[in-house]
């Protein structure tokens, strides 16, 4: 007799990680969703199916791990994309041409790019300001702003925002709150528990761990919202390929364990590099010297992997990243294996010279992704790469 996992009942995080949104096979007893590698499905007659036409607009395997991510984010619905690009891309198909969104200034490079070099063509407009200020977001509102679009902590920089302050905004003014939660992940940070529309994560990093796949889901209460996003995804078609979705699912098993080391090496690391640089270089939210450390206590239950850097200038950041021998020089985030990258020049290449600047995306900062290693060898990495300097 297969067993049924009581979706209503308030499992703990890491019980849901392993269980929520999945059963066990009832013919074989399998433990594993299985990879429903097909393109399409034999229907008994016309109209009559079993509630599956063609995989583009739904997958056994894909609404697995939607139903599972959606569990651990505390939403009903979950849509996954074929990359966290795809589905920024898709939430911003929301909307119409004519409609303004106001939108953090340090938000990630392919965001940006995305934004200002794609979708202005298409008549969206976007005002980029400062979200750690309430009254900036309150400033930047028009009549025809549709959403407040965010990341917290961002990328690279590490500034937060106040969630709950962001979002009395948006249900005050009447407009959609969307937030990037890839950084924190669900164990550390729930943005819908503060008042998010949606939130989305690029799959790719802390839930699948595995630095294996590509992907993004968006995940959201509201129904009327779900029923135009999954209409989005299937005429859109950027959709993952049931592997995709497997292994993304195969990684959120273990997310509660990962993070949980993520945040410790995190921890150690970063006092580590603000005692050797100075507290001022050195970018996260974990530490007491972090301008917002009260407030990422205060919305986040730990801090996770991410440090960013300044160095003082590309000749020591170069000096660093070559010296690193545990640590490797890649762009992405969120494995299991330690990742060390230059922003200005890898995720914020298409910013222009200037706007990096002023926002503080030097040639000398770089960005570490801790993984789960012993953290004493990260150390030593670290200590060998950083006396070149």
């Known amino acids: 007799m297969t067993r049924a996992f009581d979706e209503d009942f308030a499992y703990r995080f890491a019980t849901r990680t392993i269980h929520a949104g999945q059963r066990p096979d009832p013919t074989t007893g399998a433990i594993m969703p299985a990879i429903v590698q097909t393109s399409t499905y034999v229907q008994d007659g016309i109209g009559q199916n079993k509630g599956y036409e063609y995989a583009r607009g739904k997958n056994p395997t894909r609404e697995a791990l939607e139903?599972?991510?959606?569990?651990?984010?505390?939403?009903?619905?979950?849509?996954?994309?074929?990359?966290?690009?795809?589905?920024?891309?898709?939430?911003?198909?929301?909307?119409?041409?004519?409609?303004?969104?106001?939108?953090?200034?340090?938000?990630?490079?392919?965001?940006?790019?995305?934004?200002?070099?794609?979708?202005?063509?298409?008549?969206?407009?976007?005002?980029?300001?400062?979200?750690?200020?309430?009254?900036?977001?309150?400033?930047?509102?028009?009549?025809?702003?549709?959403?407040?679009?965010?990341?917290?902590?961002?990328?690279?920089?590490?500034?937060?925002?106040?969630?709950?302050?962001?979002?009395?905004?948006?249900?005050r003014r009447s407009v959609l709150l969307i937030v990037d939660n890839t950084f924190a992940s669900p164990y550390f940070q729930r943005p819908l528990e503060f008042g998010a529309d949606i939130v989305f994560h690029s799959t790719t990093k802390y839930l699948n761990g595995h630095s294996d796949m590509i992907g993004g889901i968006v995940l959201l209460n509201d129904e009327s919202l779900a029923v135009r996003l999954q209409f989005i995804l299937n005429a859109g078609g950027a959709n993952p390929g049931p592997m995709d979705s497997w292994l993304a699912l195969r990684g959120t098993k273990t997310l509660a364990l990962r993070m949980r080391q993520h945040d410790a090496n995190g921890r150690q690391i970063a006092g580590w590099l603000a005692q050797r640089m100075g507290a001022e270089r050195v970018f996260y939210p974990g530490l007491p010297s972090h301008p917002q450390h009260e407030l990422a206590r205060k919305q986040m239950s730990g801090f996770g992997g991410m440090i960013s850097v300044e160095t003082g200038s590309l000749a020591n950041a170069d000096k660093v990243l070559r010296g690193v021998k545990v640590f490797s020089l890649a762009e992405s985030l969120g494995g299991v294996e330690s990742l060390i990258s230059h922003p200005a020049s890898m995720t914020h290449a298409s910013v222009e010279l200037e706007r990096r600047q002023r926002l503080g995306v030097t040639e000398g900062l770089i960005r570490l992704s801790c993984g789960v290693e012993d953290v004493e060898d990260l150390l030593a990495d670290l200590e060998h790469a950083f006396s070149a300097i």
């Open 67 to 171: 139903r599972n991510v959606a569990a651990l984010e505390g939403a009903k619905h979950g849509f996954a994309f074929s990359s966290g690009v795809g589905a920024t891309d898709g939430i911003l198909r929301l909307f119409n041409a004519g409609d303004h969104l106001v939108v953090g200034e340090n938000v990630y490079g392919g965001t940006y790019r995305l934004m200002d070099k794609i979708l202005t063509r298409f008549g969206l407009t976007f005002s980029f300001v400062d979200t750690r200020d309430p009254q900036q977001i309150e400033d930047a509102i028009q009549p025809n702003t549709k959403a407040l679009f965010l990341e917290t902590p961002t990328n690279p920089l590490m500034r937060l925002t106040d969630l709950a302050a962001a979002g009395e905004i948006a249900k």
